[in-house]
């Protein structure tokens, strides 16, 4: 193989490579214009110094960090109703 050969399949790689990646970041878009779901329970857990989880109980994903135990349970609540916010 000479060198031309080599750098117009390195080129066709790279172009392959960027097509993919396109259709990735497309992929990532579709996925996150679409509506999470309400959870329908979530458990506050305290971890650490000035630290809550609220966390989903079905899934046991974590929806987010609180400081204050008041703030905790204002995000459970909206989340559980619904209410969060789309990012």
Known sequence: ???????????????????????ARMAAQARRRQPAPAPRAT???????????VVDV?????????????EARWLASHLERGLHLQQ
């Open 58 to 70: 079905d899934t046991g994903k974590v929806l987010g960090f609180r400081r204050t135990m008041r």
């Open 43 to 53: 458990h506050l857990v305290c971890s650490g110094n000035a630290m809550i989880r």
């Open 1 to 23: 193989m000479n060198a031309i050969t080599k750098a117009r399949e390195a080129i066709a790689e790279l172009i392959d490579a960027m097509r993919q990646t396109s259709q």
